[in-house]
Nanobody, 118 residues
Framework: QVQLVESGGGLVQPGGSLRLSCTATGFNSSTCGVAWYRQAAGKNREWVAEISRDGSTNYPNSVKGRFTISRDKAKATVYLQMNSLKPDDTAVYSC????????????WGQGTQVTVSE
């Protein structure tokens, strides 16, 4: 069964940090890129980070300088390190496979809730 599984979400105070994980199971993800998205209540889904199969990364201005995407290919896991969190970062965060070389491109995880609040 081809799956992406997110973990690491939870409640954090403004200014705090959190690290999310996205682990691939049931397929070889080494030739895939991975993107992170978030969706806040009542809002559209927003792209927040991407890492390509060769390790290059990209971010929108809303998170640039605060979020870092990385991967451990041996563990088939992509991470999203989130620093200097603010209440507007509150959302369900999901990961998705990307890239021309990815046989399972377009696979989504189930999402993990991140809440930034006092």
């Amino acid at each position: 069964q081809v799956q992406l599984v997110e973990s690491g979400g939870g409640l954090v105070q403004p200014g705090g940090s959190l690290r999310l994980s996205c682990t691939a199971t049931g397929f070889n993800s080494s030739t895939c890129g991975v993107a992170w998205y978030r969706q806040a209540a009542g809002k559209n889904r927003e792209w927040v980070a991407e890492i390509s199969r060769d390790g290059s990364t990209n971010y929108p201005n809303s998170v640039k300088g605060r979020f870092t995407i990385s991967r451990d290919k041996a563990k088939a896991t992509v991470y999203l390190q989130m620093n200097s969190l603010k209440p507007d970062d509150t959302a369900v965060y999901s990961c998705k496979t990307t890239g021309y070389y990815c046989a399972s491109v377009g696979t989504w995880g189930q999402g993990t809730q991140v809440t930034v609040s006092e």
